[in-house]
């Protein structure tokens, strides 16, 4: 199920922005593309990733809306070397874990798991930037760290 609300263009330009100026990030596109810019996808250079992965480039994607003032996001990696996937949701799927949440699959390890999550920030682009640095400095490394 998508999220709810309508997109903001110069949110997306912000969000954008950010991605591009990320140093582990190859490319960014607007999906399905740049006149609609439902959500935003980027490749990453999997030779930056610790630890390492496979060859192919694993991909973050953004989609961002709003209900009126109050944000609704999806910030989602994955990795198609390894299936490992996570990220951070501001969505109504899981109330019991408030309004943002993180979850993880790693399929090696047959590992599902959800938690409540929080950002200090409020700004789309300070929270993307912020999801970032916990993603690569932090969350990949323990996941996906040895068997």
């Given at each position: 199920m998508g999220l709810p609300g309508t997109t903001d263009s110069s949110v997306y330009q912000g969000l954008k922005d950010v991605l591009q100026r990320y140093p582990v990030v190859t490319t960014v596109t607007y999906k399905p593309d740049s006149i609609i810019r439902e959500s935003l996808r980027?490749?990453?250079d999997p030779n930056l990733i610790v630890p390492p992965t496979g060859p192919q480039?694993?991909?973050f994607d953004i989609e961002w809306r709003f209900v009126e003032n109050e944000p609704y996001y999806r910030i989602h990696y994955a990795d198609s070397n390894t299936g490992f996937n996570c990220?951070?949701?501001r969505d109504d799927d899981h109330p019991e874990l408030g309004p943002v949440h993180f979850q993880y699959h790693d399929p090696l390890r047959d590992e599902q798991h959800y938690e409540c999550a929080r950002f200090k920030k409020t700004v789309p682009t300070e929270i993307l930037w912020a999801a970032l640095d916990r993603l690569f400095e932090h969350r990949i490394p323990t996941l996906t760290g040895e068997l």
């Open positions: 980027a490749q990453i480039s694993p991909t990220g951070w949701h």
